[in-house]
């Protein structure tokens, strides 16, 4: 009876209740009435998506360590991080935009890999972390207030423009946001929340 022992899914289009059928790796479950695709078989989805947000976050260290970019003028040369950046803001006056940019490149992709981390990591060993679903539910909702590639873009834009005024030399921090950027997809690309609630295990 191992049939039997299987979890119910409803099919999204036509809303048959089905049993979950045995995938083989990189299979695809469609339902028996439309035909419509149940799911996926996405095999070490959650290995990968840790990896990429593990190396997201140390990418992330890097990026607001070093500086974002310098700027030689007249013999000076000045160095911007991004929270020197946003704290030269909020004493000019712009505690608004000072508060979005933290927010956006700041805090929310930092809770967001600090999230996926929390969830993925005990998931590799079918562990299950105290309030999971909260910690889920909270991720979704702060990862459209996270904008880092809207951030880079918006340096690159500013370095162009200010080549015309000082030698721009790109920091460290400009590649590591771009890394930052790019592993940030991967992971999100490589995530699969049906075979993390099914490693995560039924609640305690
Ligand atoms: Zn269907």
């Known amino acids: 009876m191992a049939m039997a022992e299987q979890p119910l899914i409803a099919c999204h289009e036509c809303d048959l209740l089905q049993r979950e059928p045995h995938l083989p790796k990189g299979g695809v479950a469609r339902c028996r009435r439309c035909g419509a695709t149940l799911f996926r078989s996405h095999p070490q989805s959650t290995e990968r998506a840790l990896s990429y947000t593990l190396g997201a976050l140390l990418l992330f260290l890097v990026a607001n360590v070093f500086p974002i970019v310098s700027l030689k003028l007249s013999g000076d040369v000045v160095q911007a991080t991004l929270i020197g950046a946003a704290q030269v803001m909020y004493r000019d006056d712009m505690a608004l935009v000072a508060g979005l940019v933290l927010a956006t490149t700041f805090a929310a992709p930092l809770a967001q890999m600090l999230a996926m981390t929390y969830l993925l990591l005990p998931a590799c060993f079918r562990r299950r972390p105290p309030h999971a679903e909260l910690v889920f539910r909270t991720m979704t909702?702060?990862?459209p207030w996270g904008m880092v590639e809207v951030f880079v873009l918006g340096i690159l834009v500013s370095l162009v423009k200010?080549?015309?005024?000082?030698?721009v030399v790109p920091g460290i921090a400009l590649w590591s946001f771009g890394g930052v950027m790019m592993l940030m997809a991967a992971a999100a690309a490589a995530f699969d929340p049906r075979d993390l609630w099914t490693r995560l295990g039924p609640p305690r």
């Open 141 to 143: 909702l702060v990862q």
């Open 162 to 167: 200010l080549a015309h005024l000082a030698i």
